[in-house]
């Protein structure tokens, strides 16, 4: 019921925001004095972008500086599954670049979140990423997404990587929330002796062990168990999507939640458009529209995926209690032997918090010393951990001395 209210509100105002569209004069607006005009046209402008959409942004990396000269990136599918693609940022007339493959949450937003780390990547490094797939436009027939398939799909796309790049060892960086899926992909692949199996690992403001140090995000986690996230907040997804029928944790509920948590602050963004165009400063107003085109992007995630790790990650904590299963075989992290690992925690991180992400390294007990190394940033949050000026900076060239220390 709820996914069909929201569709149906979703279908009543489509005619307002395609009129506030047309009546934008976003283009116009600035090559006249009349005052009206100027303010029907900002509120225009900012009607027709207080709506969510369902398809995931473009990355718009076009070119790339290397070795201090711009060079051209064109995206491509390596690999692909009805629920993600193996996204490749080939550089052209750029080889020998190490292969990374950049983990990307699948979360209520899309990959595309990530697209700042991605560039700062591409500086030196061949650039894949798990690109996933909008829940409400797979097909029933496709089965079910649970933390199992997000496992067994890390393992078949860095298989995927470490083929296309011509047999080169991969490296994975992964962020947020497939920290814990990466984690046990590698630990697998280590066990089967997986000719793949990753060359580094790199772990970023992760869930590894939500035990330690937890979050608000953490305890909200435990105040109900699982069988009331699936009651309250799981959907079907509605007519005329692809994906009919199909059981989802809705993006637009997580979005719902995030914003309520700094309304007055998303509400005073808006006015700032609004302001910003009234007076003539664009550039101001595409900075937040830009923000905004991102942020108001959602993405359903598959309910077996996000019940399971609601139930494994933050309740009962399988991974660091060693009772982790993938396909029936207990996830054993003490099988990496070959792979180098480094963390990444954020010191002001309060989606997770410090302590988390580095319990990984007690986990990979058979790492070698020398192939450790766990980093704190300094004066950053959750997300500065992977995007701003510390992350290129300050975060990036220790990612990327890893890396390169570990080929020798």
């Known amino acids: 019921m709820l996914y069909n209210a929201y569709q149906l509100q979703s279908d009543l105002l489509s005619p307002m925001r ?24 900002a509120v225009s402008d900012v009607l027709a972008r207080m709506r969510l959409t369902h398809t995931r942004p473009a990355y718009g990396i076009d070119q790339v500086e290397v070795a201090g000269r711009m060079v051209p990136v064109v995206e491509e599918q390596a690999f692909r599954t009805p629920f993600g693609t193996l996204l490749h940022f080939r550089k052209e007339g750029v080889a020998d670049q190490p292969p990374v493959l950049l983990a990307a949450p699948l979360s209520g937003h899309f990959a595309t979140l990530l697209r700042e780390t991605v560039r700062t990547l591409l500086q030196d490094h061949d650039v894949y990423i798990t690109d996933w797939h909008n829940a409400r436009d797979v097909a029933l027939r496709h089965g079910a997404f649970g933390l199992d398939d997000y496992v067994g799909h890390m393992i078949g796309f860095i298989d995927a990587v470490h083929q296309d790049s011509g047999g080169q060892p991969v ?28 060359r580094t690992l790199t772990l970023m403001a992760g869930p590894v062990d939500c035990r330690v140090n937890p979050t608000e995000v953490n305890r909200l986690a435990v105040e109900k168990p699982v069988e009331w996230f699936e009651r309250h907040l799981i959907s ?63 993405n ?22 060693g009772v982790l299963t993938y396909r029936g075989r207990t996830v054993d992290p003490a099988a990496i032997r070959r792979t180098w690992l480094f963390t990444v925690e ?60 570990s080929l020798g």
């Not at 929330?177 to 984690?183: D, G, S």
Request: aromatic share 10%.
């Open 171 to 198: 490296h994975v960086v992964a962020v947020c929330q497939p920290c814990v899926a990466a984690l046990a992909a590698c630990a697998v692949m280590a066990e089967d002796g997986h000719e793949a199996q990753p």
């Open 236 to 298: 079907h997804v509605p007519l005329p999507h692809a994906g009919f029928m199909r059981r989802v944790y809705p993006g637009f509920v997580q979005l719902t939640a995030f914003m309520s948590m700094n309304l007055e602050r998303h509400v005073k963004s808006f006015e700032d458009i609004y302001h910003h165009l009234f007076n003539g400063e664009v550039e101001k107003a595409d900075a937040i529209r830009t923000f905004y085109e991102e942020y108001l992007a959602v």
């Open 300 to 321: 359903d995630l598959p309910a077996e995926f996000y019940l399971e790790t609601v139930n494994k990650v933050f309740q009962t904590y399988d991974l660091p209690r």
């Open 18 to 41: 395609l009129l506030a569209q047309g009546t934008s004069a976003a283009t116009w607006w600035h090559n006249t004095e009349r005052t009206l005009i100027r303010s029907l046209s």
């Open 346 to 405: 954020g010191e002001r991180d309060d989606i997770c918090s410090v302590g988390q992400t580095v319990a990984a390294h007690d986990l990979c007990a058979s790492v070698r010393p020398y192939m450790k190394n766990h980093h704190i940033q300094t004066g950053v949050g959750h997300y500065g951990v992977f995007s701003g000026r510390k992350w290129s900076q300050q975060i990036y060239p220790r990612v990327r001395e890893t890396i390169h220390a």
